[in-house]
């Protein structure tokens, strides 16, 4: 807690919208939620224009790499960000952040070939983990204590203001035929948000705190775990695809063995085995993400297979963000015994939205012709909805299942476990799609196989979390 708490005052406890956004507060404010959707809209951005990236530079066969690379270094980032701190205090941490976010959607821009681009996309997750964990970790530095709930909302509330912006951003750009704007004009807002970290950030965050480690070899492990099972997809034969899968699964269990032993320790005890409450938790979380991450692939069967402009096919893939936040905003504030419910509710919700999306996907030819539309619009939105309903709870649960003494690891692991479940589920996506004819035979024909595989494989990790949330506890 703040200092400022334990000093009798006759300051309310409770603080306003206003006192949040006045003055310096709304200065700093705008600073940190200015981070998130940054990091936030360039996904969404970057999902919207990649059909039409493939189309001038080709790279069809790493279409999910952009993905994978970009949340892997994310993690790397995120990692990092307490260590920044430390070392360079809050302000030049955040503005290193922006610089190397900076860096690589110029390096995008710029970008000739997809192997140029795919390293300017792991720069940009570099410095975007390190802005996506700072936003959060320094509203304890830079705001009293009263004002934490509000910010935390603020900062929360910036990835749907990513799902309204990113596609709108990235659908004109690629709608014009032109994409690279679309990384450069990221750059003067990174400008502008760094001006004013330089004016209202100051000093060093909690000096009096140990130093914090960071789990190197855990964190290399699990990069190159998500480098393996990617590799696999660009083989078109069976035993590479599998022979990479199962290299990543025989890294990940080195992972989960040096993370039991280590005392810079990634995940908090419990976190491996489905024989604990906290064990259960982060599968049914994976799993749900695991059916979020198809998303990176909606935007081109849209537009190849049903021939929708970039900006209706970006709009329609955040339908699933959308109905993500619809559902939190809704299951938010529920009893424990309704909780209990939509947390068994919540993968069959996301398993019939996927099997929908499997059998409707690939067809053709709607009569009335609005009517396969309404019926991607539904079905993607239900697969976020079915996440939201779940995952506040979710959460919850993460914090109070965790061990005495490991309720920061807990709160911090949150992001870890997200993050490497999506980076995992992109690669594993890429192997399916290249699989399923994505890239040979390629085009709509080979769009159509490829949904209906992705989308029905993909299938199975709601069933998984479905038998998984039998084994939570009620309460």
């Known amino acids: 807690m703040s200092s400022s708490t334990s000093l009798p005052s006759a300051e309310p406890a409770h603080a306003s919208w206003g006192d949040l956004v006045r003055g310096r507060n709304g200065l700093r404010s705008v600073a940190l939620a200015g981070g998130v959707a940054l990091h936030a809209i360039n996904i969404y951005v970057v999902t919207t224009i990649l059909p039409t990236i493939i189309q001038e530079i080709g790279g069809l066969t790493y279409y999910a790499w952009n993905t994978t690379l970009f949340v892997a270094a994310s993690i790397v980032g995120s990692a ?23 860096i690589g959607a110029a390096g995008c821009a710029l970008a000739p070939s997809m192997p140029v681009l795919l390293l300017g996309r792991t720069v940009q997750g570099l410095g975007g983990g390190v802005l996506f964990a700072l936003s959060y970790a320094l509203i304890r530095v830079v705001f009293e204590a009263r004002l934490w709930p509000r910010a935390m909302a603020l900062v929360s509330g910036m990835w749907g203001v990513a799902t309204l912006g990113g596609p709108a951003i990235g659908g004109i750009f690629a709608q014009s035929g032109h994409w690279r704007p679309a ?30 480690q960071v789990p190197w070899l855990t964190i290399t492990l699990l990069v190159l775990s998500v480098l393996a099972i990617s590799a696999a997809g660009l083989s078109h034969h069976l035993a590479w695809n599998a022979a990479g899968i199962a290299a990543g699964v025989a ?22 085995t489905l024989g604990t409450q906290l064990g259960v938790l982060y599968a049914v979380m994976s799993l749900l993400v695991a059916a979020l991450t198809t998303e990176i692939f909606v935007p081109y069967f849209l537009q190849v297979v049903h021939q929708l402009t970039p900006l209706a096919a970006g709009y329609m893939t955040a339908m699933m963000a959308g109905g993500w936040t619809l559902a939190s905003v809704y299951s938010a504030g529920r009893s424990q015994a309704q909780a209990y419910r939509l947390i068994r509710i919540s993968p069959v919700v996301v398993l019939a939205a996927l099997a929908v999306l499997a059998v409707t996907m690939p067809l053709t030819g709607w009569q009335p012709a609005w009517l396969g539309d309404a019926i991607y619009c539904i079905a993607l939105t239900a697969v976020g909805f079915g996440i939201g309903l779940a995952w506040p709870h979710l959460l919850t649960r993460v914090f109070s299942a965790a061990a005495p003494g490991e309720e920061n690891l807990a709160s911090s692991s949150i992001t870890t476990v997200q993050l490497y479940a999506t980076a995992l589920t992109a690669a594993l996506a890429g192997v399916v799609a290249n699989a399923g004819g994505l890239t040979e035979p390629g085009g709509i024909d080979g769009a159509k196989t490829a949904a209906l595989a992705l989308f029905g494989v993909f299938a199975v990790a709601p069933a998984a979390a479905a038998v998984l949330s039998g084994r939570l506890a009620r309460h």
């Open 80 to 102: 990092l960000s307490a260590k920044l701190v430390e070392r360079l205090g809050p302000r030049l941490a955040y503005l290193a952040a922006l610089a190397v976010f900076s």
């Open 183 to 212: 990384f450069w004009v990221l750059v003067p807002v990174a400008l502008l948000l760094g001006l004013i970290v330089a004016s209202q950030f100051r000093g060093k965050a909690d000096a009096g705190a140990p130093p914090s």
């Open 251 to 272: 890294i990940a269990a080195v992972i989960v063995r040096i993370d039991k032993r280590t005392r810079a320790k990634l995940l908090p005890t419990g976190a491996y």
